[in-house]
T-cell receptor, first 111, second 116 residues
Framework: AQSVTQPDIHITVSEGASLELRCNYSYGATPYLFWYVQSPGQGLQLLLKYFSGDTLVQGIKGFEAEFKRSQSSFNLRKPSVHWSDAAEYFCAVGADDKIIFGKGTRLHILP | DGGITQSPKYLFRKEGQNVTLSCEQNLNHDAMYWYRQDPGQGLRLIYYSQIVNDFQKGDIAEGYSVSREKKESFPLTVTSAQKNPTAFYLC???????????????FGAGTRLSVL
């Protein structure tokens, strides 16, 4: 069965530091992969997506993610975080007629 | 502006009452979805619709009902059979029902439902 695992429930980083959020997926075929961000009390906004081609994808707000088939991973990275990046981040995989979401990683930023 | 509008933002339900959450999109998207979000649980799919007058159950459809009479509208009714309805409900839409684009979903701002 398809699944998405985000191993870290909470992550805290200092403003200006680099960030990596982990995501592992289980899916038999070539996956469609996504990262979404959610601010408190709001809907989800698409940060970036991977369908095929270059395994390093660029997204909005300075985020990027790398698809590694051998590790079944799609980790999200940002070289320098800003206080406004504090939010919850969801990794997702497109599977048949629906998208399966991970349980999310909440990012906290220290000033 | 184009987008997905969910209303109301906050909703309260009394015991034994059915309540309906509204979702409207002016993006001309074919597919629409309803998710339930609980803390630490991620998003769980309730119902989805790929075309007008057709919809399918998701993973947690019990206690919910939907209709898709118009392309732009996909209301969700939380019935009295749903014993634990307190949650954040998110509506989403996707440009196509088939092909790669079906996987790109755009979300509304959500409705928070609480039980009185």
């Amino acid at each position: 069965a398809q699944s998405v695992t985000q191993p870290d429930i909470h992550i805290t980083v200092s403003e200006g530091a680099s960030l990596e959020l982990r995501c592992n997926y289980s899916y038999g075929a070539t996956p469609y992969l996504f990262w979404y961000v959610q601010s408190p009390g709001q809907g989800l906004q698409l940060l970036l997506k991977y369908f095929s081609g270059d395994t390093l994808v660029q997204g909005i707000k300075g985020f990027e993610a790398e698809f590694k088939r051998s590790q079944s991973s799609f980790n999200l990275r940002k070289p320098s975080v800003h206080w406004s990046d504090a939010a919850e981040y969801f990794c997702a995989v497109g599977a048949d007629d629906k998208i399966i979401f991970g349980k999310g990683t909440r990012l906290h930023i220290l000033p | 502006d184009g987008g997905i509008t969910q209303s109301p933002k906050y909703l309260f339900r009394k015991e034994g009452q059915n309540v309906t959450l509204s979702c409207e999109q002016n993006l001309n998207h074919d597919a629409m979805y309803w998710y339930r979000q609980d803390p630490g649980q991620g998003l769980r799919l309730i119902y989805y619709s790929q075309i007008v007058n057709d919809f399918q159950k998701g993973d947690i459809a019990e206690g919910y009902s939907v209709s898709r009479e118009k392309k732009e509208s996909f209301p969700l009714t939380v019935t009295s059979a749903q014993k634990n309805p307190t949650a954040f409900y998110l509506c989403a839409s996707s440009p196509e029902a088939q092909g790669d684009a079906k996987n790109i979903q755009y979300f509304g701002a959500g409705t928070r439902l609480s039980v009185l």
